[in-house]
């Protein structure tokens, strides 16, 4: 069964996706071309990046597409955005936790991810500043998830489908937001590289926890 198909009930359904494999996940010097804080995917989180696409997005309408501005997030959700024909809006409220800088330069999106709109203004959509406070409290972090949910609230009611690529995380924080769980307390989630978890925002019921650290779309690689 299709994990993304419509509900009678929903207002608007998340798609989580945490990035593929990057070179500081698995302690690999950053490739020349690169921060530190903004390591790319290495050639098999390439590859989980077009497994993605290939996997769950078939059939399904997809209303709009949101990512963290660093190069991993924006690479695993790529090859997504080429398939539906649609571009990937950059937003710093979905930056990892601690993060100190604001994303890849505007000139690497230009040059590598021309599908890839930056956030050019001093406020981000959700509100959020381009550059996080430093350090992070994890109650600004919270907040931050909530206000990223809130501002998804305000402009979706009508059953669509939205993509949102972060980090592992800042993942939790976005899910908790998402289902009402405040708190680090409630719960913390287990998130794989490239996997995805679906949320679903209800009509006058609870949100729905659809489907979590699904990494289905692996098994063909």
């Keep these: 069964m299709n994990k993304l198909t419509p509900r009678d009930d929903m207002t608007v359904q998340i ?3 945490r990035h593929g494999e990057s070179y500081g996940n698995i302690g690999l010097p950053t490739p020349e071309g690169y ?3 903004d390591t790319p995917l290495t050639e098999y989180g390439l ?4 497994a993605l696409a290939d996997y769950w997005f ?3 309408e997809i209303a709009h597409i949101y990512s963290s501005p660093f190069s991993r997030t924006i690479q695993t959700i790529y090859p997504t955005a080429k398939k539906l024909g649609k571009t990937i809006e950059l937003l710093p409220d979905l930056l990892e936790y601690g993060s100190t800088t604001a994303g890849c330069e505007a000139e690497k999106i230009e040059r590598d991810f021309p599908l890839a709109i930056p956030c050019t203004t001093e406020l981000s959509p959700a509100g959020g500043t381009l550059t996080l406070p430093v350090p992070e409290s994890r109650e600004q972090a919270q907040l931050r998830a909530k206000r990223f949910i809130g501002y998804i609230k305000s402009i979706y009611s009508s059953g ?8 592992g995380t800042f993942f939790s924080y976005l899910v908790r937001a998402a289902l009402n769980a ?5 719960f913390n989630s287990q998130i794989d590289n490239s996997a995805v978890t679906v949320v679903v925002l209800r009509k006058n019921e609870p949100p729905l926890l659809r489907t979590a650290n699904n990494t289905s779309h692996l098994n063909s690689i």
């Design 15 to 17: 798609v989580f996706v």
């Design 182 to 186: 405040d708190g680090e307390n409630c």
């Design 47 to 50: 590859t989980q990046a077009q």
């Design 160 to 167: 669509e489908t939205l993509i949102v690529s972060t980090h």
């Design 35 to 37: 921060s530190e804080e």
């Design 58 to 60: 078939d059939g399904v």
